[in-house]
């Protein structure tokens, strides 16, 4: 069955931590993985990955694919409490199908 | 706004009732999708539509019926629901069915009562 599992489920840390969050996947026909940040509402695009070990950079977020062991993970570098939010990881296999991951909920405190 | 607009934005409803929910793209996007995403679980996909033909339905209970009249609109009809259909409903498109440009929208939050 094509999963996604994401880890840890929900963190708590301060200013100016650094947080990585991890993004496994079992899926079939892959084709690329993409990130999201969801604050209140709507997910909002951070990332899509498709080739191993290019990482991709914005501002204090990076990210990176595995796709030999099959991972992904997000990093936070400084973090800020406007970084706090459900970072979810999604799977796109070549048949457009998307897994969803159950996301990481991330508590930055002041 | 991210370019996919829902309306309601709340919905409350009674399990006799029946109500639409609406989702609309300005993005010139060619496929729309809608979601489930109830508490502690993972996003649920319910309907695929890439030039207002259904190409996906994930096994969604019949309560549950979609209608995308033109690419740009999308409906969710609801008739019958269950106290556990209580959830938020995200609506998304992108440019294809290659994924790119994948926006949600804000959702609708709803409470069947």
């Known amino acids: 069955e094509d999963k996604v599992v994401q880890s840890p489920l929900s963190l708590v840390v301060h200013e100016g931590d650094t947080v990585t969050l991890n993004c496994s996947y079992e899926v079939t026909n892959f084709r690329s993985l993409l990130w999201y940040k969801q604050e209140k509402k709507a997910p909002t695009f951070l990332f899509m990955l498709t080739s191993s070990g290019i990482e991709k950079k914005s501002g204090r977020l990076s990210s990176i694919l595995d796709k030999k062991e099959l991972f992904s993970i997000l990093n936070i570098t400084a973090t800020q409490t406007g970084d706090s939010a459900v970072y979810l990881c999604?799977?796109?296999?070549?048949?457009?199908?998307?897994?969803f991951g159950s996301g990481t909920k991330l508590n930055v405190k002041p | 706004e991210t370019g996919v607009t829902q309306t309601p934005r709340h919905l409350v409803m009674g399990m006799t009732n029946k109500k639409s929910l609406k989702c609309e793209q300005h993005l010139g996007h060619n496929a729309m999708y809608w979601y489930k995403q109830s508490a502690k679980k993972p996003l649920e996909l319910m309907f695929v539509?890439?030039?207002?033909?259904?190409?996906e339905n994930n096994s969604v209970p019949s309560r549950f019926s979609p209608e995308c009249p033109n690419s740009s609109h999308l409906f969710l009809h609801l008739h019958t629901l269950q106290p556990e259909d209580s959830a938020l409903y995200l609506c998304?498109?992108?440019?294809?069915?290659?994924?790119?440009?994948?926006?949600f929208g804000s959702g609708t939050r709803l409470t069947v009562v």
């Open positions: 999604a799977v796109i296999n070549n048949f457009n199908k998307f897994y």
């Open positions: 539509y890439n030039f207002k033909e259904q190409t």
């Open positions: 998304a498109s992108s440019q294809d069915m290659q994924g790119y440009g994948y926006t």
